[in-house]
């Protein structure tokens, strides 16, 4: 599961593994508790200037973020997979969602 900051992940997530699906914990999650641990306050993704390129080790800006996923997307569908969006709205009902696309998928 890939997505912006603040976008649910984490929640999706936490509810796909009470679900007893196999869940492994998203990088971000662990950068925002040291954002927190630091004394920052609120969510870092509302500052425009929290994203980290760790490869290169540099701050991007908003428009960078926007590129770069953009670009994931493409390497993503250049090696076969097909990204699915999930959209806004109550937890449960986009872990549902993506619990039946998990399922359909591997029951296919």
């Not at 984490?10 to 990088?27: F, K």
């Not at 641990?37 to 200037?49: I, L």
Request: net charge negative; proline share 6%.
């Amino acid at each position: 599961m890939t997505g912006a900051p603040g976008s649910g992940k984490t929640v999706i997530l936490g509810e796909l593994r009470a679900a007893r699906h196999a869940v492994v914990d998203e990088a971000a999650t662990d950068v925002i508790a040291a954002w927190h641990a630091a004394g920052a306050d609120g969510e870092p993704w509302r500052d425009t200037g929290w994203v980290r390129d760790p490869s290169a080790a540099r701050w991007i800006g908003y428009a960078e973020a926007l590129e770069f996923g953009a670009l994931h997307e493409r390497v993503c569908r250049a090696h076969g997979y097909q990204p699915v969006d999930v959209p806004p709205g109550p937890v449960s009902e986009r872990a549902a969602l993506v619990d039946r696309l998990i399922r359909s998928w591997v029951f296919d």
